[in-house]
């Protein structure tokens, strides 16, 4: 049986990357479906509060973030490579752009009316309606980049992936596939769903034979289903791994701290300092149902601040 649990939800452009991450180093894993909108109250009883898709559970640790999870993976199961050798400054450097930029222009894009039509087809209304006032609520405070807007900027952006191809790699890198591929491709996917939004894709042949050649790439071996019931009885029958708080960085083992998202989704987790170095952060929690799990983050992207000791 696998260790791995992937919480989340099919249309769900991270979780296609996270998916594929599997896939690309051919490891079996378990499925959670998540919801797509809040309430989640199982997501919340792992992760103590962090409700964005996926993550990632091993026993009582929670790994949130694909940023986070591709070097989880990558300990676990080093080859093949989601950072190969040669490459693998320029890949971490070109999957947060993809992860960021590229991702936040493709969202108002393929969220224009022709677009919603298509990835929503089938969907009843309220559920629609739940969906668009919950990604409002999520996604306050961060500045709206309109339609137009998002699609001038994703002409370019296509262009200058399409350039990294003319030369006839097969990868955005070179000769071996990395992370960068994964993270590029998921947004363009989200893309090639959003009906017919998808044809800004049409022109670029070489873009789009290297799509295909990532979506063969596979999601890996889809080792059985568990809901989240059973994942938190899991994680509460897990022991969690020990970790090391290094000094220097601000910061000291057993204090009270909180973590939260630095762009959108910006709900903190609070819990016990037990694990920090310049890669990640993890914290401690003892939850009612899930019992002591460990949740952890990518440092990059995530704020971290002092709470007060409860009495
Ligand atoms: N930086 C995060 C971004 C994850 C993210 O934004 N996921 C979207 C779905 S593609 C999300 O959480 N949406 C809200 C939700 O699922 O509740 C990662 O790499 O995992």
Same mark, same amino acid.
């Given at each position: 049986?696998s260790?791995?649990?992937?919480?989340?939800?099919g249309?769900s452009p991270f979780a296609? @990357?996270? #998916?594929?991450m599997?896939?690309l @180093? +051919?490891l079996?894993?378990? $499925?959670? *479906? =998540?919801?797509? !909108?809040?309430p989640k109250p199982?997501?919340?009883?792992l992760?103590?509060g962090?409700r964005?898709?996926p993550?990632l559970?091993i026993?009582?640790?929670?790994y949130?973030d694909?940023a986070?999870?591709?070097?989880?993976?990558e %300990?676990l199961?080093?080859?093949p $490579?989601?950072?190969?050798?040669?490459?693998a +400054?320029?890949a971490r450097?070109?999957a947060?752009?993809?992860d960021?930029?590229?991702?936040?222009t =493709?969202?108002?894009y393929a969220?224009? &009316?022709?677009g919603l039509?298509?990835?929503?087809?089938? =969907?009843p209304?309220?559920a629609? /309606?739940?969906f668009?006032?919950d990604?409002?609520a999520m996604?306050?405070g961060?500045?709206r980049? $309109?339609g137009?807007?998002a699609g001038?900027?994703l002409?370019?952006y296509?262009?200058w992936v399409?350039d990294m191809?003319?030369?006839?790699?097969p990868?955005?890198?070179g000769?071996?596939?990395? =992370?960068?591929d994964?993270s590029?491709y998921?947004?363009?996917?989200? !893309?090639? %769903?959003?009906?017919?939004?998808?044809?800004?894709?049409?022109p670029h042949?070489?873009?789009k034979?290297?799509? $295909?050649?990532?979506?063969?790439?596979?999601?890996?071996e889809r080792?059985? /289903?568990l809901?989240?019931?059973a994942a938190?009885?899991?994680?509460?029958?897990?022991t &969690?791994q *020990?970790?090391q708080v290094?000094?220097?960085?601000?910061?000291?083992?057993g204090e009270r701290i909180s973590?939260?998202?630095?762009?959108?989704? %910006?709900d903190?987790v609070t819990g016990?300092l037990?694990?920090l170095? *310049?890669h990640?952060?993890t914290?401690a929690?003892?939850d009612e #149902?899930?019992?002591?799990v460990?949740v952890?983050?990518?440092r990059i992207?995530?704020m971290?601040k @002092?709470?007060?000791t #409860?009495a």
């Amino acid at each position: 049986m696998s260790d791995l649990i992937l919480h989340h939800y099919g249309a769900s452009p991270f979780a296609e @990357k996270a #998916r594929l991450m599997m896939g690309l @180093k +051919g490891l079996a894993w378990r $499925s959670v *479906t =998540v919801p797509m !909108v809040l309430p989640k109250p199982d997501v919340v009883a792992l992760t103590g509060g962090y409700r964005r898709t996926p993550f990632l559970q091993i026993g009582a640790d929670i790994y949130c973030d694909t940023a986070l999870m591709a070097e989880v993976l990558e %300990r676990l199961s080093p080859t093949p $490579s989601l950072f190969p050798a040669a490459v693998a +400054g320029q890949a971490r450097v070109l999957a947060q752009w993809a992860d960021t930029d590229l991702f936040w222009t =493709v969202l108002p894009y393929a969220m224009q &009316p022709p677009g919603l039509a298509a990835l929503f087809e089938g =969907v009843p209304p309220e559920a629609f /309606k739940a969906f668009v006032a919950d990604r409002r609520a999520m996604s306050e405070g961060t500045p709206r980049v $309109s339609g137009p807007d998002a699609g001038a900027a994703l002409h370019r952006y296509l262009d200058w992936v399409s350039d990294m191809l003319r030369d006839g790699r097969p990868w955005l890198l070179g000769t071996e596939p990395s =992370v960068a591929d994964l993270s590029v491709y998921h947004p363009l996917w989200f !893309v090639s %769903r959003a009906g017919a939004l998808a044809d800004i894709l049409a022109p670029h042949e070489l873009l789009k034979t290297w799509m $295909s050649r990532v979506a063969a790439v596979g999601h890996g071996e889809r080792a059985g /289903k568990l809901d989240g019931e059973a994942a938190i009885a899991l994680a509460r029958s897990s022991t &969690p791994q *020990t970790l090391q708080v290094q000094q220097g960085l601000g910061f000291e083992a057993g204090e009270r701290i909180s973590v939260t998202p630095a762009d959108y989704a %910006r709900d903190a987790v609070t819990g016990t300092l037990v694990g920090l170095d *310049t890669h990640s952060v993890t914290l401690a929690r003892e939850d009612e #149902r899930a019992g002591r799990v460990q949740v952890h983050f990518p440092r990059i992207g995530y704020m971290l601040k @002092k709470e007060e000791t #409860r009495a």
